[in-house]
């Protein structure tokens, strides 16, 4: 049964139930949209490493642009390091390796990779000025970074509704209780000068949904998100919104990715620098 906080009647219910899945599908990603403003600085036979590659699908697109050289994926998630495995053997792709391990502690020599890649990581770090600056530790000299984080204040919706406007408000204030950055996107140049890195120049691009099957695919992401277990359960625990009121925001979202006005659109941030 396809799990649905409207079902459950009472607040104490098993919340393993609640949850429909726990980790947002982001393997569909490619590096023509999520890389594009990275691109024009590499080149083949460059190794780089991608910090924070989750599932791999970038990670493996970068691999293949860059070969001869290699390329490295890196996470503290063992699950998305087994997807990343088992995407790069579908794909016989051999020049990409991943490994299980914090963006804070590189397992890796100083000056190893030639450019370094983290894609909507920094938002998630308490400090990702410290990781910035370990990252800084293993490019070579000259070495070149690219990141790129969405900033929360850049999601526009419509149209209007008033369940979503304070959905949106709580997740943000949720995030930002985490002790992590939802507004790290307008940061990015100030992250990577303070990470060491030198000649930085920031960019932006939008992503948007704007036709049925976009819309959808973005209200059924939005319902997961409001019913996974790493924002339900906490913001439960602390008594910010109840049952009744996750399952009036899955429900919102639902009847929003149904109309046919629907539209959202929302501001990636991008910067790259270089180790001098
Ligand atoms: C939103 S996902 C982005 C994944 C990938 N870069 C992409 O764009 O498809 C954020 C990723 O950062 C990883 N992450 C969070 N904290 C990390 C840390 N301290 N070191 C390395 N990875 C981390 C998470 O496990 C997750 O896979």
Redesign the pocket.
């Known amino acids: 049964m396809d799990a649905d906080v409207g079902q459950q009647q009472e607040p104490k219910v098993d919340l393993r139930s609640v949850f429909a899945r726990d980790q947002l599908d ?1 393997a569909f ?1 490619s590096i023509g949209k ?1 890389a594009g403003f990275f691109i024009p600085h590499l080149r083949p036979g460059m190794d780089l490493l ?6 791999g ?2 990670t493996i697109g970068l691999a293949e642009l860059l070969s001869p050289g290699s390329v490295v994926g ?4 063992e699950l ?1 390091i087994e997807r990343a495995r088992t995407l790069a053997l579908e794909k016989s792709v051999e020049n990409v390796d991943f490994y299980d ?4 502690s590189l397992p890796f020599e100083d000056d190893t990779f030639d450019a370094a890649f983290v ?3 920094l938002q ?2 308490r400090e990702p000025q410290l ?1 910035i600056r370990e990252i800084h530790r293993v490019l070579k000299p000259g070495g070149v970074i690219g990141v790129r984080d969405s900033d929360w204040s850049g999601h526009i919706r419509g149209p209007s509704n008033q369940v979503l406007d304070a959905a949106w408000e709580l997740y943000t204030r949720f995030h930002a209780q985490r002790g992590r950055h939802p507004y790290a996107g307008r940061n990015l140049r100030a992250f990577l000068r303070e990470g060491g890195f030198v000649n930085v120049h920031g960019t932006a691009s939008s992503e948007y949904s704007g036709d049925t099957d976009s819309v959808q695919a973005t209200a059924q992401v939005m319902a997961l998100l409001f019913r996974s277990s790493d924002f339900v359960k906490p913001v439960l625990e602390m008594e910010w919104i109840d049952l009744a009121g996750i399952n009036e925001i899955v429900q919102a979202w639902k009847e929003w990715g149904e109309n046919p006005d629907a539209f959202y659109a929302f501001t990636n941030c991008e910067a790259v620098g270089w180790k001098q």
């Open positions: 982001l990603k999520e991608d910090c924070g590659c989750g599932p699908s970038i890196i996470d503290v998630s998305q391990a914090t963006a804070y894609h909507t990581v998630h770090l990781a």
